[in-house]
């Protein structure tokens, strides 16, 4: 039992809500943040933190500047809550399972090329299917997909590469090819194949660090015995594949990007898609779970869906 300054007992007591808000502040390491995910005010979450605080009897959360870190008795709550609101995600799930529940929201990610060129014609497909489950879609990129499925705040991922998280469950979904991509004028746009040493002549764009794109284009550089990635004159780092490709069309440089990602642009000949010399670039998208997670009806039906699509 706590004591406060006057000596007088404390019992030591918070509900869910408390827990859930405290769970979000120490995992966005902000308060504004917080609020945002648990759809609060700030001056809420700090009200709701600062009562949690007082009916536990210690401090929870130290503010380092503009960071929130828990304090040694906030991380030890911290692995306790969260293990709490798991069995209340568990009962939740259980209950809507056994009633055959299938409407609500679902959470799901997808890196840049499966989020912004794939699945949106699979939501619709599946709408039509589920016409009470929405759907929101988390966009970024693998490393940020993975994180994402790792914390909770998705259910399910799709990105163009897998590491090695052993939390997460991998199943194989579509097939992708990468390419050069030049403007429709560039000299080596009517070529059917370039020489790898083409590419280090070159002004060229690549994605950012975390990306998937780029991780196979590292990859199969590497493999072929070329160059680093580094070794290219690189111009510009892009956060999207929408954002490279119009890049290319403004003559800031090339790159290597997705089939899926240029099929209007090749169609309409604003740009040209290239093979590299000896290179073949394939991967695939795999969908991601975290295999600690009771799997929610919700998600278990967009899983089924994607795997027999």
Known sequence: MAIDKSGRSLSVDFDLRQMEIFCKVVELNSFSKAADAVCLAQASVSERIATLEKMIGTKLLDRLGRKVVPTAGGVFFYKHAKKMLEMKRTVRLAVEDFLGLKQGEIRIGGSTIPGEYILPKFIELFRKKYPPIVVTLFIADTGEIEEAVLRGDIELGIAGSRNAQKNLAYNE?????????????HRLAGEKEVPVRELYNEPFIIRE??????????????????KAVNSLKITARLGSSTAIKEGIKTGLGISILSLRAIDTELKAGILKAV???????????????????????????????????
């Open 173 to 185: 979904l579509w097939d992708d090819e990468l390419v050069l991509v030049l403007p429709a004028q």
């Open 209 to 226: 660090a975390g990306s998937g794109t780029l991780k196979v284009m590292e990859r199969y550089l590497n493999a072929s015995g070329s």
């Open 275 to 309: 093979k590299i010399e000896g290179i073949s670039m394939s991967r695939k998208f795999y969908l991601m779970t975290d295999k600690r997670r009771t799997t929610s009806p919700l998600c278990r039906a967009m899983l089924d869906f994607l795997l027999e699509a």
